[in-house]
């Protein structure tokens, strides 16, 4: 399975690096993750719950960067398994500075087994691309929120007073990041999913049948 796309964050290069290396950060944008530590100098292990159609449960992942190159690039290896299956898979990211902006580009080849695989190559690719996409949809508006707190730069022309030493010195917090639910990210991959594999025409349809089995399960609990 190949993965590859781009996508521009509202920040500044170095802002966004520095985020790409918070294991508290990436815990916290990635939907299902459960919890993300540093292990060692460019080492990660993560949790993750994975809920691909009808199969769920949670991966162990131990992350790898190599070739680091701040604040432009790396290169990551990825191994995880669990009840679910494995996931095998490698990728680049490049980070370009644009203006106040930053172009993010990635690429990745993932290699699955066990009962995710079951489910099919196509499913799993659009469930990747949804999981990847509310990921960097989330980093942004963290990011967002940390550079609207950043201190204003000092004036270079000439030395600092102490008064603007001492604003410097405060961050004046415009406002606070707030992880989305891990609920919401769930329904957006199953509505990713649907828009991805069930033709437009029919997925009204589909959807009224999901409604009403969900309404018959409920119906007969309460019997």
Do not use: C
Not at 35 to 49: I, S, Y
Not at 142 to 157: C, G, S, W
């Amino acid at each position: 399975m190949d993965i590859a796309g781009d996508y521009v964050f509202d920040a500044p290069q170095q802002l966004v690096w520095d985020a790409l290396q918070d294991p508290n950060v990436l815990g916290s944008i990635m939907p299902g993750g459960k919890e993300f530590l540093r292990t060692g100098d460019n080492q990660f292990a993560g949790t993750l719950e994975v809920k691909v159609g009808p199969v769920q449960g949670l991966f162990q992942g131990q992350i790898q960067l190599a070739d680091v190159a701040p604040p432009e690039s790396y290169k990551i290896v990825v191994d995880g398994k669990g009840a679910p299956g494995f996931v095998k898979a490698t990728g680049n990211m490049h980070l370009e500075a644009r203006d106040t902006q930053t172009f993010m580009a990635y690429s990745g080849d993932a290699q699955v087994g066990g009962r995710i695989a079951s489910v099919g190559n196509r499913l799993i690719e659009s469930a990747a691309r949804s999981i990847i996409r509310q990921s960097l949809d989330a980093l942004n508006e963290y990011l967002k929120v940390e550079a609207a707190n950043q201190p204003p730069p000092m004036p270079a022309a000439s030395a600092p007073t102490v008064s603007q030493t001492a604003a410097a010195s405060q961050t004046t917090t415009t406002g606070q990041y707030k992880a989305p639910s891990q609920t919401g990210l769930t329904v957006n991959i199953m509505r990713d999913v649907l828009n991805d594999i069930v033709p437009p025409k029919y997925q009204l349809w589909l959807l009224g049948a999901i409604i009403a089995v969900i309404v018959l399960l409920i119906w007969l609990a309460a019997r």
